[in-house]
């Protein structure tokens, strides 16, 4: 019996929608990359820009991503089309293969007083004598306003919905299958096997 057409081996290696995204940000480093279409300058050499430092990665040297992390940039890069500094703060985020965090896991704004070293408040007195009268003291803001908790839900909502289309993208490495994540990020799907014990 001939065969008319020749069968071609897939070799690429399965991964899931998570660990390519922490792959091409975290270990390939393609937000600074030089053939990443969003590098800054035309020089031939890695950059970013003055505020938007990446974790890691090298400034003014030669580092070149795999395609296939290029090939994922520019699917998360037209995503985030419409905002620019979600994109950012979602590659931010990757480097440090963490995912985005949720609104509600965010602390929600509170005002303290500043305490001193003692745990007492610190305070500001009317005169300088011993028993004179408190007038005030110092307040410090701690965790997040309501804008900011929302933008976070945002961020992680267009996440999870990335996570959902990327095992459409063709790469050459790898073969996305399925979504991923958990150690408590959830969205556990086939292709990733819980943790057990």
């Known amino acids: 019996m001939v065969l008319d057409r020749a069968l071609k081996a897939d070799l690429r290696r399965p991964i899931t929608a998570w660990k390519a995204l922490v792959w091409a940000y975290a270990d390939e480093h393609v937000l600074v990359a030089t053939n990443s279409e969003g590098r800054l ?56 293969r963490m995912r985005p965090p949720m609104g509600c896991e965010l602390q929600p704004l509170r005002l303290l007083p500043k305490l ?14 011993r028993h004179d009268m408190p007038l005030w003291c110092w307040i410090v803001k701690e965790g997040y306003d309501a804008a900011e908790v929302a933008r976070a839900q945002e961020l992680y909502d267009l996440f999870i919905a990335l996570l959902a289309i990327m095992p459409g993208l063709k790469l050459s490495k790898w073969r996305i299958e399925g979504q991923g994540l958990d150690s408590f990020g959830r969205i556990v799907d086939k292709a990733l096997k819980p943790v057990t014990g």
Do not use: C
């Open 41 to 96: 300058a035309n020089t031939g050499y890695t950059s970013v820009n003055f505020g938007e430092s990446s974790g890691s990665g090298a400034i003014n040297g030669f580092l070149e991503a795999h395609d296939d992390a290029v090939a994922i940039d520019s699917m998360v890069r037209a995503w985030f089309d419409f905002d620019r500094n979600q994109y950012f703060a979602l590659g931010k985020v990757l480097e440090r």
């Open 116 to 129: 001193k070293a003692n745990g007492t408040p610190e305070m500001v007195y009317k005169g300088s004598g």
